[in-house]
């Protein structure tokens, strides 16, 4: 293939999403519906924050991907 790995990547993601995507006010409203249930569990100390650097960390070990510099 001659487009750059990225460009593929893009493109994959695209084609994949485009399968069963829902329509985008759809797709919001879900998103807004599971935001506000995160923030309730926050509230209500049934779920704790996790700062980003430990997620993409554990993200990264998990697939063998050290991070770059």
Same mark, same amino acid.
């Given at each position: 293939m001659k487009l750059a790995i990225e460009d593929r990547a893009r493109l994959a993601e695209k084609l994949i999403l485009s399968l069963?995507?829902?329509p985008e006010e759809?797709? +919001?409203r879900l998103w807004v519906a599971e935001a506000e249930r995160? +923030?309730?569990e926050l509230r209500a100390?049934?779920?704790k924050e996790i700062p980003a650097r430990g997620? +993409?960390?554990r993200?990264?070990?998990a697939i063998g991907v050290e991070k770059a510099s």
């Open positions: 069963d995507a829902p759809e797709n +919001l995160r +923030l309730r100390g049934k779920a997620v +993409l960390r993200a990264r070990a």
